[in-house]
């Protein structure tokens, strides 16, 4: 299996990612947005496998290394996986951001955010808590019970990483 370099956009997708079980001192780098994540690919693992979790932003310009991605799978749990033809880097995209994703997954996992959070979580607040440099044990742990109640897009995420890892796309 290649070494593999994942790049967080945020710190909340680098909770997850060492949650689903990576190591955050030898595989995580937390990112400073999309742009970095794409900088990072470009300059840093050009010849590494490098697999980042970004949003998709769809309001934002997008720089000329993201336009090159292509998606390989049809879309899974609102989610894109895609692959830059020229390096062996991978994008695992969430539609929108990742704040409504959750949201509209716990849709599906029906946590009640009260049993953990003082206030209704929108996209808004989530974003705010996302961006600190702690996020909450709260936040967490309504995130964690999100990932329990309703496993399978989590799974995807790492299935598309093992699959990248063994060369099988």
């Given at each position: 299996?290649?070494?593999?370099?994942?790049?967080?956009?945020?710190?909340?997708?680098?909770?997850?990612?060492?949650?689903?079980?990576?190591?955050?001192?030898?595989?995580?780098?937390?990112?400073?947005?999309?742009?970095?994540?794409?900088?990072?690919?470009?300059?840093?693992?050009?010849?590494?496998?490098?697999?980042?979790?970004?949003?998709?932003?769809?309001?934002?310009?997008?720089?000329?290394?993201?336009?090159?991605?292509?998606?390989?799978?049809?879309p899974a749990?609102?989610?894109?996986?895609?692959?830059?033809?020229?390096?062996?880097?991978?994008?695992?995209?969430?539609?929108?951001?990742?704040?409504?994703w959750i949201?509209?997954?716990?849709?599906?996992?029906?946590?009640?955010?009260?049993?953990?959070?003082?206030?209704?979580?929108?996209?808004?607040?989530?974003?705010?808590?996302?961006?600190?440099?702690?996020?909450?044990?709260?936040?967490?742990?309504?995130?964690?019970?999100?990932?329990?109640?309703?496993?399978?897009?989590?799974?995807?995420?790492?299935?598309?990483?093992?699959?990248?890892?063994?060369?099988?796309?």
């Open positions: 299996m290649a070494d593999t370099f994942l790049l967080a956009e945020c710190n909340i997708e680098r909770e997850l990612l060492i949650h689903l079980g990576f190591s955050f001192k030898t595989d995580i780098e937390k990112a400073n947005g999309k742009a970095d994540v794409m900088t990072r690919m470009k300059c840093n693992y050009r010849n590494r496998l490098a697999i980042g979790l970004v949003d998709e932003d769809p309001n934002k310009i997008k720089s000329k290394d993201y336009a090159r991605f292509s998606r390989l799978f049809d749990y609102k989610m894109h996986f895609k692959k830059d033809p020229n390096a062996n880097h991978f994008l695992i995209e969430f539609y929108d951001e990742f704040e409504p949201l509209e997954i716990n849709k599906k996992a029906k946590v009640e955010a009260s049993r953990f959070l003082r206030e209704t979580p929108t996209p808004r607040r989530l974003h705010e808590m996302n961006q600190s440099p702690k996020i909450s044990n709260n936040y967490l742990k309504f995130y964690w019970e999100i990932v329990k109640q309703y496993p399978a897009p989590f799974n995807q995420i790492k299935e598309w990483i093992k699959r990248a890892q063994e060369g099988r796309l």
